[in-house]
């Protein structure tokens, strides 16, 4: 069978996780297909220095201003919209065999320019269709129109797939594609990580660090805690506020550690093009998301530093990661579960090794491109059109 070519479309251009899935996605099949954003930014960069076809249809406000903290009747009078921009798609999709939506606001557009250009939709579902994150009514809207117009539902997790299910969506649709993540880009030198430490004047003292998105639910603020009874520890955290929303959080977080005299140890690093010298630079990899986390990039990213990973205990985490195997895994929100698994893991190095060198292992052979790339080469073989021959 030829190989059909593809449309990704997504309405972000910022550099979130399912950005950088995308990313890597599209550099395997990018000379037989396109990527098309809402907006343009860091993400439509990125796609260009890879050299992968994009094309920014810019949405209007109405639409991009929808975000998850929206409520449901917001969501309903965009639909006029979404339909209006949905004829801007369909000239760009006529050209491509199957059409590939990789977040909710593209899905709801993509589904009707591919009922206009009668071409099968793909949905990679990158979030957890939960009250933890929306709204009955949004979850119960996109599940039904996934039944309706999606061909697959790629899910990133068993735990994504769930939600999904349980918002109303057809399980017999869905895929599962964990996210497949390089290993090669976790090998660094010394001198790399010597210059992180170097900038943030680190010397012998353990180092924890958080990589994240600034965000009130990826639970920053609970390291703050955990750590403020220990003065000796070092806290790195890598990102930044991704979207509007998130930037008094930032702040706050900056005033807390200001706040409890913990300043000269809490090094706010900004958003990283690459953090892998980062996650070198510390002793622990430290996830904490207080709502459940869709799949978690960075806790595989931490296995394949090398690095002993404390997660919460939530969503696709679960699925990563084995407490007391190839990591630890705590309570969400509980600060004094994490104090003492921070404590335990300093004060073990050799149980620390051994969770670091199963959880990189682990971490390598489930997690690979080329596992990610089989699984989504399978759902493109299992909907692409028949070949007609004359
Ligand atoms: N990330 C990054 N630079 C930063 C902080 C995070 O490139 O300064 C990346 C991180 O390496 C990971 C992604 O952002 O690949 C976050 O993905 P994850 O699934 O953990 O969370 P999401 O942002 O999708 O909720």
Redesign the pocket.
Same mark, same amino acid.
């Given at each position: 069978m030829p190989s059909p070519s593809i449309l990704f479309v997504d309405h972000s251009a910022a550099?979130?996780?399912?950005e950088?899935?995308l990313l890597d996605v599209a550099k395997h099949f990018r000379d037989r297909a396109a990527v098309v954003t809402f907006e343009n930014g860091p993400f439509v960069d990125r796609l260009q220095a890879a050299c992968i076809k994009s094309q920014v249809i810019a949405a209007p406000a109405s639409i991009l201003e929808v975000r998850r903290d929206s409520s449901f009747l917001r969501l309903v009078a965009a639909v006029p919209a979404l339909c209006r921009f949905a004829f801007q798609l369909v000239s760009t999709a006529r050209d491509y065999d199957i059409l590939f939506a990789n977040s909710q606001k593209s899905f709801l557009v993509t589904a009707i320019a591919g009922v206009l250009s009668r071409r099968p939709v793909i949905w990679n579902l990158?979030d957890l269709l939960t009250d933890d994150h929306f709204s009955a009514g949004k979850r119960h809207l996109v599940a039904r129109v996934a039944n309706a117009c999606a061909s697959r539902v790629i899910v990133n997790s068993e735990a994504t797939r769930k939600a999904f299910a349980s918002s109303g969506g057809r399980r017999s649709l869905t895929r599962i594609v964990y996210?497949g #993540?390089d290993a090669a880009d976790f090998d660094v030198s010394p001198h790399d990580v010597q210059t992180v430490r170097n900038n943030f004047q680190l010397q012998s003292e353990p180092v924890v660090g958080v990589?994240?998105?600034l965000?009130s639910w990826?639970g920053q603020h609970v390291l703050l805690d955990a750590v403020a009874a220990l003065p000796e520890i070092h806290v790195l955290i890598?990102?930044?506020a991704?979207f509007g929303g998130d930037v008094k959080y930032a702040r706050t977080l900056r005033q807390t550690a200001e706040k409890r005299g913990m300043a000269h140890r809490v090094h706010f690093?900004?958003?990283?093009?690459?953090?892998a010298p980062?996650l070198h630079a510390c002793d622990i990899v430290i996830?904490t998301s207080t709502a459940p986390?869709?799949?978690?990039?960075? #806790?595989v990213?931490g296995m394949l530093a090398g690095k002993p990973v404390i997660a919460t205990k939530a969503g696709g985490a679960r699925e990563i990661i084995t407490s007391e195997q190839n990591g630890l895994l705590v309570a969400p929100g509980d600060s004094a579960a994490l104090r003492q698994a921070i404590v335990s893991l300093l004060s073990k190095p050799d149980m620390a090794r051994a969770l670091a060198q199963r959880g990189r292992q682990e971490a390598a052979s489930r997690y690979s491109l080329e596992k990610m790339v089989e699984g989504i080469n399978h759902v493109f073989q299992s909907v692409a059109p028949p070949v007609t021959t004359a």
């Open positions: 550099l979130g996780g399912a950088l899935y990158h996210n #993540i990589f994240s998105r965000a990826k890598v990102g930044d991704l690093a900004g958003f990283q093009q690459n953090i980062y996830h986390e869709p799949f978690g990039r960075v #806790i990213e």
